[in-house]
């Protein structure tokens, strides 16, 4: 059973970066793809950046060319790289397989961004 632990949300500023950290309990490399979610208030979880075991990466529109999802299969850490941050941001950012697994998903960690 794989655990997922998310860390590395906090406050910032807009315009500001912050580097998301998933830690996975166990060997993430025959999950295959994984990716980034987030839950605003009052709206639907909705996955943000995904990326393969190949590497090959992908993101919804709103966070193209300021997100940069990244994967270390050796430490078992998917990361999210977040610059230029804008407060539509602000939400609890989970990582889980894509599609999602109910069972992997973690606590999350909170964005807050400023204006």
């Known amino acids: 059973q794989v655990q997922l632990l998310e860390s590395g949300g906090g406050l910032v500023q807009a315009g500001g970066s912050l580097r998301l950290s998933c830690a996975a309990s166990?060997?993430?490399?025959?999950?295959?793809?994984m990716g980034w979610y987030r839950q605003a208030p009052g709206k639907q979880r909705e996955l943000v950046a995904g990326?393969?075991?190949?590497?090959?990466?992908n993101y919804v529109d709103s966070v193209k060319g300021r997100f940069t999802i990244s994967r270390d299969n050796a430490k078992n850490t998917v990361y999210l790289q977040m610059n230029s941050l804008k407060p539509e941001d602000t939400a609890v950012y989970y990582c889980?397989?894509?599609?999602?697994?109910?069972?992997?998903w973690g606590q999350g960690t909170q964005v807050t961004v400023s204006s």
């Open positions: 990326i393969f075991s190949s590497g090959d990466t």
């Open positions: 889980n397989k894509v599609p999602p697994i109910t069972a992997y």
């Open positions: 166990g060997s993430i490399f025959s999950i295959g793809r």
